[in-house]
């Protein structure tokens, strides 16, 4: 497949309705996953605190069980869980606010026939998308070891704690910068008139992006959902032998990671087919089927970052029971008051927003003989 780019102008123009439509796609994109995920950023921070305030509560609380007490318990707790979704928001916000909107403009200047303005852009844009992309991909890496180590462990034991896992974050970032360094030094980003925007223009750095640097986060994931499937089955015939209530922890345990499993999944319909495509030889397949074809693709590929903040409310009653929270503070009818004093922990009766998590400790933590179980997750 040879591509003539001497005139970007009137090759780009020949497929105009493709790269106005993925224009159009990418700005909605681009105000979604801006929007979702900076609320999601804020209601995590929101957690953050209240955990922070229930830590440093005034000891004369800790005996005072009423529901007057101004402390609540956070549903999502300072733990390298946690900190990993946050950092999962931050670069799903950080592309879509940044890499897909330069996207657009690329294609603009394309059918423009702006070359000077793609000659600028093209190395810082190309540079920041695969950086965020890498990153992002190592984090659901990360993620998915983390919950895979964690749920093979004791509480007391675990090795993704926060300063580690902080740590851990920024590895991500200087492992992502590292490895894109050499393409930008060696002049390996620009335009592409392959698929009209910034992106690698060597081919053997492109394959080695898309095969030997995506490989690790690939890896962490397979091993980490094999891991995590296999500790799924392990500790539901725990629970089950002990004779708990088998319905109601196979459900906690279920939930504990079911929207890791759901981030990976949308990760694989999402990513896969665009590397796949990236990596077909030029001369396989027509510019004509190619380029369209790879428009198409790259759509399927930004949805992942406009959509991850809402699987984690549609899989987790916790971020549920989070936003519910945040909310309230603006509009306080977005949680019930609920005027049960005997709870585990004390909340304000106007902001008592309990997750369905929750409500299954309640009645968990009633039997003498979960103890030991209980501590793990």
Request: glycine residues 6%.
């Amino acid at each position: 497949m040879s591509h003539n780019c001497t005139n970007s102008t009137s090759y780009a123009t020949q497929y105009e309705d493709w790269l106005q439509a993925t224009q159009y796609w990418a700005w909605t994109l681009t105000a979604v996953g801006g929007v979702g995920n900076l609320l999601t950023i804020l209601v995590i921070l929101h957690q953050l605190y209240i955990g922070y305030s229930w830590k440093h509560r005034p000891r004369s609380s800790l005996r005072r069980q009423d529901s007057n007490s101004r402390f609540e318990k956070p549903v999502l707790p300072f733990e390298g869980h946690t900190l990993l979704l946050l950092h999962l928001s931050f670069c799903d916000l950080l592309y879509a606010t940044v890499s897909i909107p330069l996207t657009a403009i690329t294609y603009g200047y394309a059918l423009d026939g702006a070359t000077q303005e793609l000659e600028g852009l093209c190395p810082v844009a190309a540079f920041l998308r695969y950086t965020n992309a890498l990153a992002e991909w190592l984090t659901l890496g990360l993620l998915a070891f983390q919950r895979c180590v964690d749920l093979g462990r004791w509480r007391s034991a675990r090795l993704f704690k926060s300063a580690a896992t902080g740590f851990l974050i920024g590895g991500v970032w200087a492992v992502s910068v590292a490895l894109q360094l050499v393409p930008f030094a060696v002049g390996g980003y620009g335009y592409s008139c392959e698929n009209f925007k910034c992106d690698i223009t060597n081919g053997v750095l492109k394959t080695i992006f898309y095969t030997i640097q995506s490989l690790l986060p690939c890896f962490m994931m397979f091993t980490g959902c094999v891991g995590l499937l296999y500790q799924l089955r392990k500790y539901t015939k725990e629970m089950e032998n002990m004779k708990m209530v088998s319905n109601v922890s196979r459900k906690r345990l279920v939930k504990s990671s079911i929207l890791v499993l759901s981030l990976l999944l949308l990760f694989l319909v999402c990513v896969v087919p665009i590397c796949i495509h990236n990596l077909i030889p030029k001369d396989v397949v027509s510019p004509e089927v190619h380029i369209p074809a790879g428009l198409f693709l790259y759509k399927i590929y930004y949805l992942q970052y406009a959509i991850n903040f809402m699987l984690y409310n549609i899989m987790s009653a916790n971020f549920r029971s989070a936003y519910r929270r945040f909310f309230s503070l603006f509009f306080p009818s977005c949680c019930s008051p609920v005027g049960d004093s005997s709870t585990i922990y004390s909340v304000s009766a106007s902001q008592s927003c309990r997750s369905d998590t929750q409500r299954e400790t309640l009645s968990v933590c009633n039997q003498s003989d979960s103890i030991k179980t209980s501590t793990k997750f």
